[in-house]
């Protein structure tokens, strides 16, 4: 009688313990289920999701390699039976198995996407077994190629998820046209510079070489080999980075042959930290800022004066200054100047200070301290460590 009490007192326990622990399973299942979040919070996870992972395959533009990437995450977004990706005259891509009912293939894609280039508007194709939406990819008001869905019935609403993804592709291939354009823009004012370092420098230098060729022979040699490398420099094609060690030393070579011209009018000091020779710089950055102190600070300072250049690790950043004590700036002057509203034989401060912005952020522009006999103060704040740039490496100079 013990023996059946013990058992079914077991038995109940059991069952008392079984039920609490599925009861509680099912209390955290539950739980977690809602911690998900609704079906729509879930489907709208799930498009975001999809659009991201295909946004950087469209960051170089509408190409055939960018477009079959992207193509599988966009059909995913549209749930369609296949999807078709063109440019204004082919197909650049196919996701998906377009319908055996239509025998000519794409063909019948690259028609519709034919009229919806030339109607800008999206073009909708019905049959018996599958309909066939397209909607025109525009950047700047210009269509430059399409978004096809295949689904077996087209809808208001799939009409119109058609023509949106259609406009989020022609909102990625327009930042990656505005990115192209940063770096054309970048590199032409990369070339402005050469231009305006050329024609005054290279006179002045040739007259200054000219000048030692026959009181002294050895000077002039010497001075030929710094400004050919100092020109070689200046010119080179390869590369938007260098490293500060390699800027300063253009520099010195400029600053050789600009004290050949001035002699002691010109005294030159500077304090460089070594651990920021190595920061990457954007090129042709530093050295406008020293020859603008040269040609506008000093040259027309009855006795000339004083530059200094500095470096120094500021955490993050390395802190470079070029400071001369010439005839200095007037401020309206110099705001008209870095805001592009006049022409100034300023002009490279302009340019240095509008390739940092665009770099760097507008926090890295030059910070410029001056006024009318008062000299100049000249300061740029690089990042020592940014994702993507990259000195280029030095070439060796041919003597």
């Known amino acids: 009688m013990l023996?059946?009490?013990l058992q079914m007192t077991l038995i109940v326990t059991t069952v008392v313990v079984g039920g609490a622990l599925v009861g509680f399973l099912g209390f955290r299942i539950a739980r977690s289920t809602r911690d998900l979040g609704t079906d729509a919070e879930k489907a709208t996870f799930q498009t975001l999701h999809q659009v991201s992972v295909a946004a950087p395959h469209l960051a170089q533009g509408l190409t055939p390699?960018?477009?079959a990437k992207a193509a599988k995450h966009l059909r995913t977004v549209l749930a369609a039976q296949a999807l078709v990706i063109t440019d204004t005259s082919a197909v650049l891509a196919v996701d998906g198995s377009i319908p055996e009912s239509e025998e000519r293939g794409t063909a019948a894609a690259l028609e519709l996407a034919a009229t919806a280039l030339s109607t800008t508007r999206t073009q909708v194709k019905r049959s018996d077994s599958t309909d066939l939406v397209c909607a025109p990819i525009m950047v700047g008001g210009t269509p430059v190629g399409t978004v096809a869905a295949y689904i077996p019935r087209a809808g208001a609403g799939f009409v119109r998820a058609v023509a949106e993804v259609a406009a989020w592709v022609a909102a990625q291939v327009?930042?990656?046209e505005l990115d192209s354009s940063r770096a054309l823009l970048m590199e032409a004012e990369v070339r402005a510079l050469r231009a305006q370092i050329s024609p005054h420098f290279i006179?002045?230098?040739?007259?200054?070489?000219?000048s030692f060729i026959t009181t002294d022979p050895a000077r002039a040699r010497e001075l030929v080999v710094e400004f050919a490398d100092f020109t070689r420099?200046?010119?080179?094609r390869h590369g938007d980075f260098t490293t500060l060690a390699e800027e300063l030393t253009a520099i010195d070579r400029y600053l050789l042959l600009e004290k050949a011209r001035f002699g002691e009018r010109i005294k030159v000091s500077l304090a460089i930290a070594p651990e920021v020779l190595a920061t990457a710089i954007p090129f042709l950055s530093l050295q406008p800022l020293v020859e603008n102190a040269v040609r506008h600070g000093l040259e027309?300072?009855?006795g000339g004066g004083q530059i200094t250049i500095s470096a120094s690790d500021s955490g993050e950043y390395a802190l470079i200054t070029v400071e001369d004590d010439g005839v200095g700036i007037d401020p309206s002057a110099l705001a008209a100047v870095l805001?592009?509203?006049?022409e100034s034989i300023h002009v490279g401060l302009r340019n240095v200070d509008v390739r940092l912005r665009q770099v760097y952020g507008d926090a890295h522009g030059l910070v410029i301290d001056t006024a009318p006999g008062a000299g100049t103060l000249i300061t740029m704040r690089i990042p020592k460590f940014r994702p993507g740039v990259e000195?280029?490496?030095p070439r060796q100079s041919a003597h």
Do not use: C, D, Q, V
């Not at 006179?203 to 000219?210: F, G």
């Not at 805001?339 to 006049?342: D, H, K, Q, V």
């Open 3 to 5: 023996s059946t009490a």
């Open 65 to 67: 390699e960018g477009a």
């Open 174 to 176: 327009g930042l990656a």
């Open 203 to 210: 006179y002045n230098s040739l007259n200054a070489i000219a």
């Open 233 to 236: 420099y200046s010119f080179r």
């Open 300 to 302: 027309s300072k009855p």
């Open 339 to 342: 805001a592009g509203t006049t």
């Open 391 to 393: 000195p280029t490496a």
